[in-house]
């Protein structure tokens, strides 16, 4: 049975819109992560998820341990849930949060906060000043891992971190170290552009070339720059983890020997846009269907909603894709809608007012900041629903 036909027969029951998540795909695609990573563990980057359950489920199979979070006040609900060990990736600014993290015997275990500078530390003591029998907060040094090329002229991966230089990291692993109340844990650097850039998009040789030129250098050039800065940090501080990478980079990422564990996220979902390496090839597992309300002219559909777009720098290739039937498109002067989008191509002539379209989203997590709950299929039946964190009445961005 094909796809299209197991997931409408699936959900025969429900009306669209909704959200579903095949299990085999995602068992399947964990599997292959994992022997990816050729041993090394796997940290769940949850913003690729946003589903407490589905968490569950990952961490219960066998090369994942830990989760990369995207916000504190985010890390704090995970674990008052029994959840453990939470790397929030980026910095915060939450006061309160801060303040709860420190009050708290168990979060304060259990969370480790990111910090790139020394304003960061400024910041922390600032928030928790005011807290009795303060607990001892987990610190990591987020590190560059950027590309740069061309006497400082040419640029690629994500703008993160100031801390770039072996001298630049020990210095504010030094500062961490003489605070009191703080404990340096771990450092973290993630490669953007090797992890997040498929390095075989279609329809463009040139483009492809570039791509592979600057992720193979790229990669030689941090092997060194990450290994060194690790040894030297390591002489300040016993660190229990050095994080790196992400899905696309991880057979490349877990060779390191400096690197301790992988983060990666996107690969459970397989989105839209991780179809284009040449290394793996996933499945897509989470889907939302649109039902099909219109049938302005021959060849044209209309579904409700689908303006689902994805953060990012804005183009194409942000909107989610129509996947099953095959062979639907966009209007170019219409794209995705807020609440209605038109869709071309022969597949429209079969379909009727009620049937449904399948989508994928372009990223991962984002999509389930849509729906209020994911409808988890195992084989040509639903057999559970997870609720996404807006189903828990959770809002974190």
């Known amino acids: 049975m094909d796809d299209r036909r197991r ?27 994992a022997r990816r990573a050729g041993g090394k563990p796997i940290r769940v980057a949850s913003k690729s998820i946003r589903s407490r359950p589905v968490l569950e489920r990952i961490l219960a199979m066998d090369g994942f341990t830990g989760i990369m979070a995207f916000t504190l006040p985010e890390a704090l609900w995970l674990v008052s849930t029994g959840l453990r060990d939470v790397l929030v990736a980026y910095p915060t600014a939450d006061r309160a949060a801060l303040a709860a993290l420190a009050a708290d015997t168990r979060a304060a275990q259990e969370i480790t906060v990111m910090v790139d500078r020394t304003d960061h530390l400024d910041f922390i003591e600032s928030a928790v000043s005011d807290v009795r029998d303060r607990h001892e907060i987990r610190i990591c040094l987020d590190i560059d891992a950027g590309f740069i090329a061309l006497g400082g002229r040419f640029r690629a991966g994500a703008r993160r971190s100031p801390i770039r230089e072996t001298d630049q990291a020990t210095d504010l692993a030094a500062d961490v170290a003489k605070r009191p109340g703080f404990r340096l844990v771990g450092l973290m650097s993630y490669e953007a552009q090797i992890a997040g850039v498929g390095d075989n998009p279609p329809g463009n040789p040139a483009l492809t070339q570039a791509i592979r030129w600057m992720q193979t250098r790229s990669q030689r050039e941090l092997i060194t720059r990450r290994g060194r800065i690790v040894r030297a940090v390591a002489q300040i501080t016993d660190l229990e983890f050095v994080n790196g990478g992400g899905t696309g980079s991880i057979e490349k990422t877990t060779r390191e020997k400096a690197i ?45 909603g689908g303006g689902y777009h994805a953060s990012g720098a804005p183009g194409p290739d942000r909107l989610p894709q129509p996947y099953l039937p095959c062979g639907l498109r966009y209007a170019p002067d219409e794209g995705a809608g807020e609440v209605q989008t038109p869709l071309l191509g022969q597949a429209a002539e079969d379909l009727r007012i009620g049937d449904r379209v399948w989508f994928r989203h372009a990223k991962a997590g984002e999509l389930c900041e849509r729906f209020d709950r994911l409808h988890l299929i195992d084989g040509d039946e639903i057999t559970d629903e997870a609720p996404t964190y807006r189903g828990e009445g959770q809002t974190f961005l």
């Open 260 to 304: 301790t564990e992988i983060a990666a996220g996107s690969g459970f979902f397989h989105p839209r846009l991780f179809d284009f390496y040449r290394d793996f090839t996933g499945r897509p597992a989470a889907l939302f269907a649109l039902p099909v309300v219109r049938r302005p002219a021959p060849g044209i559909v209309t579904v409700l």
């Open 7 to 33: 997931y409408d027969r699936a959900t025969a029951h429900l009306d669209p819109p909704f959200a579903v998540l095949d299990l085999a795909a995602l068992r399947a695609n964990a599997s292959a992560m």
